[in-house]
Nanobody, 127 residues
Framework: QAQLVESGGGLVQPGGSLRLSCVGSGLAFHQYSVGWFRQAPGKEREGVGCISRDGGASLSDSVKDRVNISRDNAKSTVYRQMNSLNAEDPTVYYC?????????????????????WGRGTQVTVSS
């Protein structure tokens, strides 16, 4: 059974860093784009970047100066390195896989375009 598992969340001080991981199993992980989303309580799920099957990363304007997304297909893992975390960042982060295989270096940005979701990992920013 295909699944995604996020990890790496936790409590961090303002200005700190975290690296989130998204590990896929039961699927040909290397074939698919992977997206990152976050959802705060009472708010809609927000796309905060993705990485194509070829490793091309796309980041939202709100985070691109502080975030890096990479993948290690040998480990079926996508990473999200987040730096300079601030009060806008605390929330649950989800990764998702798009089963539509698209050649080239693009990845979708909308949640409805993704097919398989992890259960999320909580990020808390507090001093």
């Amino acid at each position: 059974q295909a699944q995604l598992v996020e990890s790496g969340g936790g409590l961090v001080q303002p200005g700190g860093s975290l690296r989130l991981s998204c590990v896929g199993s039961g699927l040909a992980f290397h074939q698919y784009s992977v997206g990152w989303f976050r959802q705060a309580p009472g708010k809609e799920r927000e796309g905060v970047g993705c990485i194509s099957r070829d490793g091309g990363a796309s980041l939202s304007d709100s985070v691109k100066d502080r975030v890096n997304i990479s993948r290690d297909n040998a480990k079926s893992t996508v990473y999200r390195q987040m730096n300079s975390l601030n009060a806008e960042d605390p929330t649950v982060y989800y990764c998702a896989v798009d089963y539509l295989v698209v050649p080239g270096g693009t990845c979708p940005s909308k949640a409805y375009e993704y097919d398989l979701w992890g259960r999320g990992t909580q990020v808390t920013v507090s001093s």
